[in-house]
């Protein structure tokens, strides 16, 4: 049959288009932030899904349901990848006591969608998740946890469950009222002390929780680039405020060898063997490196639409002088830092060596000894090769190149130049 591959890509697509179309459906209360006293303003009457809930402000135009100016909530988004120090910066949110945290719940998304391709390059996929990450964002940052309940396997019953991906690294998730197992008293609780403590999650409670706090914070590390949010950058519902995190292309890739054993498991055999193997996945480098490329230039480039929204923070910055850049990014924000931010940086950026090892996400250890070890890990061939395949990003980041081995492994000298980034206000 001519054309058959045309045919599988649309009966793939359409599948995955169904089982969204599916999911959006299914939600009693597709969108939180538009909610309120008289649904016939919002096109709510002949049920949920009358209107296109999420394209746009359809029918929502002339009511003043979100006075943002009154509850003024900051909407903070960390834009990351994988290994790139998010969750040191997910923490340095989290810490706060008026911020309600989310790790990565765009992981339900992913698996829900596309669980086979998890790493999919596909264009028509990737619009089918970033279209649904978007709009379960949106719900979020309005505290519409039930929407979440969708994507989660298996479907929560009577709004819990014990799956939410990473609920221990929430604080407000392990803390009352939504799990009574530890006091105020009991200070950090650790996350593997809260998923085994606190149990089923029950999803009201964590909405509540998450209207009581003044503002809510989401880390993700599976949208590409800042021009895929472009939509939700722009919701005049919303107050986001981007932090775009990179770290040294080097270092990730440093990291995620040591961290995903099996999915990177030939950068190891090139690391142990000195050869690089035929059938190296080198997009496992590229993609970060054209991401940040992308991203970067958009958000260097000022376009209006991230005016007072966008933030680009280096991880090795934050590494080597944790405080202080702390107080720029919650200057950034708006908000004042308060004492427990101060607290977990001062417990957590010293050397507490005996806890780094068990924590694979883990943010306990000394960050700023840790932000170059990689020099230490990698062979100078696979830092070679990195250094060409992202040169460009290298030098827009103020990450130096090294010219020999001996110059990658004496720490005498940082590869990470002074380089000012300012949040575009
Ligand atoms: C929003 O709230 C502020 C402060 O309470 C008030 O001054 C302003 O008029 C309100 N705006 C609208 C559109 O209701
Ligand atoms: C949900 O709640 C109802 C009513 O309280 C109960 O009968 C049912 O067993 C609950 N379902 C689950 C799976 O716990
Ligand atoms: C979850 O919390 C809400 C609010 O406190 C409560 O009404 C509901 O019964 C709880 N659900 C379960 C299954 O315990
Ligand atoms: C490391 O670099 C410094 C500064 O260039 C130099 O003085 C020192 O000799 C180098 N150390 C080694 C072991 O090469």
Same mark, same amino acid.
Not at 166 to 184: I, K, Y
Not at 339 to 358: C, D, F, H, M, P
Not at 412 to 421: A, E, M, N, P, R
């Given at each position: 049959?001519?054309?058959?591959?045309?045919?599988?890509?649309?009966?793939?697509?359409?599948?995955?288009?169904?089982?969204?179309?599916?999911?959006?459906?299914?939600?009693?209360?597709?969108?939180?932030?538009?909610?309120?006293?008289?649904?016939?303003?919002?096109?709510?009457?002949?049920?949920?899904?009358?209107?296109?809930?999420?394209?746009?402000?359809?029918?929502?135009?002339?009511?003043?349901?979100?006075?943002?100016?009154?509850?003024?909530?900051?909407?903070?988004?960390?834009?990351?990848?994988?290994?790139?120090?998010?969750?040191?910066?997910?923490?340095?949110?989290?810490?706060?006591?008026?911020?309600?945290?989310?790790?990565?719940?765009?992981?339900?998304?992913? !698996? /829900? @969608?596309?669980?086979? *391709?998890?790493?999919?390059?596909?264009?028509?996929? &990737?619009? =089918?998740?970033?279209?649904?990450? +978007?709009?379960?964002?949106?719900?979020?940052?309005?505290?519409?946890?039930?929407?979440?309940?969708?994507?989660?396997?298996?479907?929560?019953?009577?709004?819990?469950?014990?799956?939410?991906?990473?609920?221990?690294?929430?604080?407000?998730?392990?803390?009352?009222?939504?799990?009574?197992?530890?006091?105020?008293?009991?200070?950090?609780?650790?996350?593997?002390?809260?998923?085994?403590?606190? !149990? /089923? @999650?029950?999803?009201? *409670?964590?909405?509540?929780?998450?209207?009581?706090? &003044?503002? =809510?914070?989401?880390?993700?590390? +599976?949208?590409?680039?800042?021009?895929?949010?472009?939509?939700?950058?722009?919701?005049?519902?919303?107050?986001?405020?981007?932090?775009?995190?990179?770290?040294?292309?080097?270092?990730?890739?440093?990291?995620?060898?040591?961290?995903?054993?099996?999915?990177?498991?030939?950068?190891?055999?090139?690391?142990?063997?000195?050869?690089?193997?035929?059938?190296?996945?080198?997009?496992?480098?590229?993609?970060?490196?054209?991401?940040? *490329?992308?991203?970067?230039?958009?958000?260097?480039?000022?376009?209006?639409?991230?005016?007072?929204?966008?933030?680009?923070?280096?991880?090795?910055?934050?590494?080597?002088?944790?405080?202080?850049?702390?107080?720029?990014?919650?200057?950034?924000?708006?908000?004042?830092?308060?004492?427990?931010?101060?607290?977990?940086?001062?417990?957590?950026?010293?050397?507490?060596?005996?806890?780094?090892?068990?924590?694979?996400?883990?943010?306990?250890?000394?960050?700023?000894?840790?932000?170059?070890?990689?020099?230490?890990?990698?062979?100078?061939?696979?830092?070679?090769?990195?250094?060409?395949?992202?040169?460009?990003?290298?030098?827009?980041?103020?990450?130096?190149?090294?010219?020999?081995?001996?110059?990658?492994?004496?720490?005498?000298?940082?590869?990470?130049?002074?380089?000012?980034?300012?949040?575009?206000?």
């Amino acid at each position: 049959m001519q054309c058959s591959w045309k045919a599988v890509i649309l009966l793939a697509l359409a599948s995955i288009a169904i089982q969204y179309t599916a999911i959006r459906t299914l939600t009693s209360k597709p969108f939180q932030l538009c909610p309120l006293p008289s649904p016939q303003n919002c096109g709510l009457l002949g049920g949920p899904e009358t209107e296109p809930p999420f394209e746009g402000r359809a029918g929502c135009d002339d009511y003043p349901y979100f006075n943002f100016s009154a509850s003024r909530k900051t909407h903070i988004l960390v834009l990351a990848t994988t290994r790139s120090g998010s969750s040191f910066v997910g923490q340095l949110l989290n810490q706060h006591s008026d911020v309600f945290y989310l790790f990565e719940p765009l992981y339900h998304v992913q !698996t /829900t @969608l596309i669980p086979r *391709l998890s790493h999919s390059r596909n264009a028509a996929d &990737r619009r =089918v998740m970033l279209g649904a990450s +978007r709009d379960l964002l949106r719900s979020l940052y309005g505290c519409d946890l039930y929407f979440l309940e969708s994507y989660i396997k298996p479907a929560p019953a009577n709004h819990t469950t014990d799956k939410l991906f990473r609920r221990g690294a929430s604080r407000a998730l392990c803390s009352q009222p939504v799990c009574d197992a530890f006091s105020p008293a009991d200070g950090n609780v650790e996350e593997g002390d809260c998923v085994k403590k606190c !149990t /089923t @999650l029950n999803m009201t *409670l964590a909405a509540d929780a998450c209207r009581e706090k &003044r503002h =809510v914070a989401i880390k993700i590390v +599976r949208v590409p680039e800042i021009g895929d949010l472009r939509a939700l950058v722009e919701d005049p519902r919303l107050n986001i405020k981007v932090i775009q995190l990179v770290r040294d292309p080097r270092g990730i890739l440093s990291s995620r060898i040591e961290t995903f054993r099996d999915t990177y498991r030939l950068w190891r055999i090139w690391r142990a063997t000195g050869r690089r193997p035929y059938n190296l996945d080198l997009s496992q480098l590229t993609v970060v490196c054209e991401d940040f *490329l992308s991203s970067v230039s958009t958000g260097l480039s000022h376009p209006h639409w991230l005016k007072g929204k966008y933030m680009l923070v280096r991880y090795e910055d934050l590494a080597r002088n944790p405080l202080v850049k702390t107080k720029e990014i919650y200057d950034y924000l708006g908000l004042p830092m308060d004492r427990y931010v101060e607290e977990w940086i001062q417990a957590n950026t010293r050397g507490s060596t005996e806890l780094s090892a068990k924590h694979k996400y883990g943010t306990v250890r000394d960050s700023a000894a840790n932000a170059e070890s990689w020099r230490l890990k990698l062979s100078y061939d696979m830092v070679e090769y990195t250094q060409t395949t992202c040169e460009k990003v290298l030098h827009q980041l103020g990450y130096k190149a090294v010219m020999s081995a001996e110059e990658l492994k004496n720490m005498s000298i940082s590869l990470v130049q002074d380089k000012t980034f300012v949040p575009f206000l």
